[in-house]
């Protein structure tokens, strides 16, 4: 049973570029979340989703960032016109439908914004 | 509001010593605690969890943490560390009425020296 995926690993991009990082859950992972890890700090919620469905976004900037999680297909976190400070570690996350009380990681995208 | 407080950013220990990472936490609701370990340019894996029932808690490779609810403390100990344990450990907690997000402590850098 394959774990979270998460693609690209590395990602490298200028000042005012796009950014798209992907997550595929675990089999039968409904629920997927998204944090960022900025150099030396822990990990920071911003999104959690279901299959078509946004639950709680409270950690999420409130421009340039949004996130999608479609019926068919890995979820995706979307940063437009990044800019340096967006250089992070970003980790995505997956759990059941049932007894979703423990989350599983994936190896995280480092996006580095030059 | 609720968080998670790692008072070491770094521990070095020699090889077969004993170590203790303390984590304490702050919430006025009930909590599950997670101990998670990232090794060097990986993503993070779940160590041990405690939800319920007995507070001592332990994970296959030797590591226990211990749930004391009057010092909101989870901390994680060892009797012998090996070489193979250097890597940063994260103190988490979520709610118990909603598991949405994890609050991550700071990190506790662990570094075994032969």
């Known amino acids: 049973n394959a774990g979270v995926m998460q693609n690209p690993r590395h990602l490298v991009r200028r000042r005012g570029q796009e950014a798209r990082l992907r997550c595929s859950p675990m089999?039968?992972?409904?629920?997927v979340y998204w944090y960022r890890q900025l150099p030396e700090e822990g990990l920071k919620f911003m999104v959690y989703?279901?299959?078509?469905?946004?639950?709680?976004e409270s950690g999420m900037p409130k421009e340039r960032f949004s996130a999608e999680f479609p019926k068919e297909g890995p979820s995706i976190l979307r940063i437009q016109q990044v800019v340096r400070g967006d250089s992070a570690a970003y980790f995505c996350?997956?759990?059941?439908?049932?007894?979703?009380?423990?989350?599983?990681f994936g190896p995280g995208t480092r996006l580095t914004v030059l | 509001a609720q968080s998670v407080t790692q008072l070491d950013s770094q521990v070095p220990v020699f090889e077969e010593a004993p170590v203790e990472l303390r984590c304490n936490y702050s919430?006025?609701?009930?909590?599950?605690l997670f101990w998670y370990v990232q090794y060097p340019n990986q993503g993070l894996q779940l160590l041990l969890k405690?939800?319920?029932?007995?507070?001592l808690v332990e994970s296959i490779n030797g590591f226990e943490a211990e749930f004391n609810k009057s010092q909101t403390s989870f901390h994680l100990r060892k009797p012998s560390v090996h070489i193979s344990d250097t890597a940063e450990y994260f103190c988490?907690?979520?709610?118990?009425?909603?598991?949405?997000?994890?609050?991550f402590g700071t990190g506790t850098r662990l570094q075994v020296f032969p």
């Open positions: 919430s006025s609701v009930s909590v599950y």
């Open positions: 089999k039968g992972h409904s629920h």
């Open positions: 988490a907690v979520t709610f118990t009425y909603n598991t949405d997000k994890l609050i």
């Open positions: 996350a997956s759990s059941p439908p049932v007894s979703s009380d423990t989350q599983y």
């Open positions: 989703l279901q299959k078509e469905n946004i639950i709680d």
């Open positions: 405690y939800l319920s029932g007995s507070t």
